[in-house]
């Protein structure tokens, strides 16, 4: 579960950054850029909490 966790803080920090740009330097590539990160992190903030649940019912 450790490495779902390094990779979410990973993701955001990307995300962090990209929000850093200047807005006069933001493009189409950059909003695609920003979404396709945003459902990426998504996707796996959900797979982590599918995870959980199912060591919690395992348990």
Known sequence: MNKHVLRIQYY???IVQLGAVHPTKRNERWSKRLYRLLAYKKA???QLVSHMKQDLTHS
């Open 12 to 14: 955001t920090r990307k």
């Open 44 to 46: 796996m903030h959900e």
